[in-house]
């Protein structure tokens, strides 16, 4: 005899979507009375600043890599040679014509650790070139616009040969100081 199948009561299903949502619904409802608010000492609009933003589709002002001089080379030397936590030996500031070269010498250094402070203003790259008589401690063909810190070690007194050309007309400026 063939069996029928016993039926059964019908269940009742909650819906996975409409849990979903009636927590959506609380979440919303809840969380739209929040703000944050900030003490009147956090911001003072005196002495907050924004910082420049840079928008790609903007080209560069070309000027920047102008060499510049006066009191501009002045302003310009006091912006890329921060002031040396240690003592300052030699500085070494100057404008450069397309294909000149210049070459100083420094004082006397004693033995011990330096920073070679290093950096140009120009469309192209300034060469530096630093030797301790035979020894080449730094050989840089610098992107303008940086500044650059090189550290060297003297283990004895040596006085320092800066050579500085550039392909284009160029300011340079340079810095030893003692660490």
């Given amino acids: 005899m063939p069996t029928v199948p016993a039926s059964r009561a019908p269940r009742q299903r909650t819906s996975a979507a409409a849990v979903v949502l009636s927590v959506a619904v609380f979440l919303g409802a809840a969380l739209s009375g929040c703000e944050y608010e900030y003490s009147a000492d956090r911001w003072d609009d005196e002495?907050?600043?924004?910082?420049?933003?840079?928008?790609?589709?903007?080209?560069?002002?070309?000027?920047?890599?102008?060499?510049?001089?006066?009191?501009?080379?002045?302003?310009?030397?006091?912006?890329?040679?921060?002031?040396?936590?240690?003592?300052?030996?030699?500085?070494?500031?100057?404008?450069?014509?397309?294909?000149?070269?210049?070459?100083?010498?420094?004082?006397?250094?004693?033995?011990?650790?330096?920073?070679?402070?290093?950096?140009?203003?120009?469309?192209?790259?300034?060469?530096?070139?630093?030797?301790?008589g035979e020894i080449e401690l730094v050989d840089l063909a610098l992107r303008c616009g940086t500044t650059r810190v090189n550290v060297v070690q003297l283990a004895a007194d040596a006085a320092l040969s800066?050579?500085?050309?550039?392909?284009?007309?160029?300011?340079?400026?340079?810095?030893?100081?003692?660490?």
Avoid: M
């Avoid at 450069?96 to 330096?114: I, Q």
């Avoid at 070679?116 to 300034?126: D, K, Q």
């Fill in 47 to 132: 002495s907050t600043s924004v910082a420049p933003t840079t928008d790609a589709a903007l080209p560069k002002d070309p000027h920047l890599t102008e060499p510049v001089s006066g009191q501009e080379l002045d302003a310009w030397v006091h912006d890329v040679l921060p002031d040396a936590a240690g003592q300052v030996f030699h500085t070494g500031v100057g404008t450069l014509e397309a294909d000149e070269e210049r070459e100083e010498t420094t004082a006397r250094l004693p033995k011990g650790t330096y920073a070679l402070t290093l950096a140009c203003r120009s469309a192209r790259r300034v060469s530096f070139s630093i030797e301790n």
């Fill in 162 to 179: 800066i050579k500085v050309d550039a392909n284009g007309p160029a300011n340079y400026a340079y810095r030893v100081s003692r660490i």
